[in-house]
């Protein structure tokens, strides 16, 4: 297949590329800055494109968004992390349809449930209440608007995504090896995290099963409580965990961020990737834990 991928210099999608590359796909990579390589197309995510560019194209990944828990979610930030997500999904979403592209992957985020405490959500689950599941809503909205009756538009609902390279991991290692690890807040909450390994895999699965469409939920198959991933992240890095960072102190640090991000969660289930048939290389957590961590050993 010929793959666009908007988004391709995030943790996701510098693996994605390399991955697709390994199994046979040609990979076009989608930059806002000056082409430097000829697998490089230049675009603007603030004006059209011109559907000539993915007239070649089998499927359109779009990955872009600008990180939620980088700073504060004052009114600005919170209108630009939206912009970051609409924006270039509706620019990507008129162009795939007018250049009558077959597929179109689109980021989501299991914020799109809320914080559903200890009950489990699928795919079939509805949308949630607070900033994260109103802006998940609008950006699906906004993938599925310009498709097509023939496209095919899958909204990949991730979860935390583990990898050394990026995300949160890299900053929680040092703290853990310290034995500064703790839980936070009352610790109940649910972690629906899932491998660099595997998301990359459960991609590669979606563009290749055309029964997979709408909203599919990218995360390991058992979700953990943030308590069960402190011990499981004790253990594998074989050091004591027993702070506890109070709910109030988190608020008072990252604001509104630490009431949907930190302290509030999702029990989600990759409903419809199993019953594809998918198969996770990390079933639990404590699996894609300690392969994470002996990877970064060896780096």
Not at 31 to 59: C, I, N, Q
Not at 99 to 110: E, L, Y
Not at 191 to 211: C, K, Q, T, Y
Not at 238 to 258: D, M, N, T
Request: hydrophobic share 40%; glycine share 12%.
């Amino acid at each position: 297949m010929r793959v666009a991928i908007a988004g391709s210099s995030g943790l996701i999608g510098t693996a994605l590329v390399a991955a697709l590359r390994a199994s046979g796909h040609d990979v076009v990579r989608m930059v806002r800055r000056a082409t430097h390589a000829p697998d490089e197309v230049r675009w603007d995510p603030t004006t059209r494109l011109d559907p000539d560019v993915l007239g070649s194209t089998d499927a359109v990944i779009n990955l872009c968004g600008a990180s939620i828990g980088d700073r504060r979610w004052t009114g600005e930030y919170k209108q630009e992390l939206r912009d970051s997500r609409t924006g270039p999904t509706e620019v990507l979403g008129e162009a795939a349809a007018a250049a009558g592209v077959g597929t179109v992957i689109n980021a989501s985020a299991v914020g799109y449930y809320g914080d559903t405490g200890s009950a489990k959500v699928d795919e079939s689950s509805p949308a949630g209440e607070g900033f994260l599941a109103s802006l998940c809503e609008e950006w699906e909205a906004t993938a599925l608007r310009h498709a097509n009756p023939g496209t095919r538009v899958a909204c990949i609902r991730t979860g935390v995504v583990l990898s050394r390279a990026g995300g949160m991991l890299p900053k929680l290692i040092p703290l853990y090896k310290l034995g500064l690890g703790g839980r936070l807040g009352d610790g109940r909450q649910y972690f629906p995290w899932i491998s660099l390994e595997d998301h990359v895999r459960a991609v590669e699965f979606i563009l290749g099963n055309p029964d997979l469409h709408g909203p599919v939920n990218l995360t390991g198959p058992a979700p953990v409580t943030n308590a069960e991933f402190n011990r499981a992240f004790a253990k594998a890095t074989h050091r004591p965990a027993p702070w506890i960072v109070p709910g109030f102190a988190l608020k008072a640090a990252v604001g509104e961020f630490a009431s949907e991000g930190i302290l509030g969660g999702q029990r989600a289930i990759p409903a419809k990737l199993e019953a594809a048939g998918f198969e996770f290389v990390h079933n639990t957590i404590r699996e894609a834990l300690e392969a994470t961590l002996a990877r970064s050993s060896q780096s």
